[in-house]
């Protein structure tokens, strides 16, 4: 299993500003993910976070928006750049121990971002 | 491409009574199938899976069943508690996907004293 913290919790930004999100796991693993959550619904992922090579985004979203570090198998970041009221949503990091379609996938407690 | 398809929610129950929640798939090949749960204020865990057909999953009193034949994986407990609100996602991981997991819209369960 796989234990995942991110940080902040919440917050609470002004327009046009940008958020950056840490997401730290207590072991290496193979596939890290950035998902979004809107109230009442379901996820929506936003990006494959690579290690040591550029993050492969979802249809809808796109690198100058949502940039996407990841420097080895346990921590990755998202930025949320220039934000408006439409990006505040709960933003969740998630792994998997494999790559495999048998692999579960393990969650973090999730950011959420409430924007001005 | 693959989808999940779930039966829309709310469903309130009063406690003790029997819990069904449908979830159908659509996917190329054979995917594992997942029921993830969210509690009020906590991120997604694992509640059972299933990696073939006619497996059944299991956990806390939930099971699931991989039909191929119907191409579903419904969740059902026989008798649920309060503890049990929550939000339940049927989910499934494949090849076609890249491995990736593609989740259900979400069923919000409330469970009555």
């Known amino acids: 299993s796989a234990v995942i913290s991110q940080k902040p919790s919440r917050d609470i930004c002004q327009r046009g500003t940008s958020l950056t999100i840490q997401c730290q796991v207590d072991s290496q693993v193979t596939m890290m993910f950035w998902y979004r959550q809107q109230p009442g619904q379901s996820l929506t992922l936003i990006a494959t976070a690579n290690q040591g090579s550029e993050a492969t985004y979802e249809s809808g979203f796109v690198i100058d928006k949502f940039p996407i570090s990841r420097p080895n198998l346990t921590f990755s970041t998202l930025t949320v750049s220039n934000m408006s009221p439409e990006d505040s949503s709960i933003y969740l990091c998630?792994?998997?121990?494999?790559?495999?379609?048998?692999?579960?996938?393990?969650f973090g407690p999730g950011t959420r971002l409430t924007v001005l | 491409g693959d989808s999940v398809t779930q039966m829309e929610g709310p469903v309130t129950l009063s406690e003790e009574a029997f819990l069904t929640i449908n979830c159908t798939y659509t996917?190329?090949?054979?995917?594992?199938l997942f029921w993830y749960v969210q509690y009020p204020g906590e991120g997604l865990q694992l509640l059972l899976k299933a990696t073939k057909a006619d497996d059944k999953g299991s956990n806390k009193g939930f099971e699931a069943t991989y039909r191929k034949e119907t191409t579903s994986f419904h969740l059902e407990k026989g008798s649920v508690q309060v503890s049990d609100s929550a939000v339940y996602f049927c989910a499934l991981s494949g090849r076609t996907g890249g491995f990736k997991t593609i989740f259900g819209a979400g069923t919000r369960l409330f469970v009555k004293a």
């Open positions: 996917a190329t090949g054979y995917p594992s």
């Open positions: 998630s792994s998997k121990t494999g790559d495999s379609s048998y692999n579960e996938q393990f």
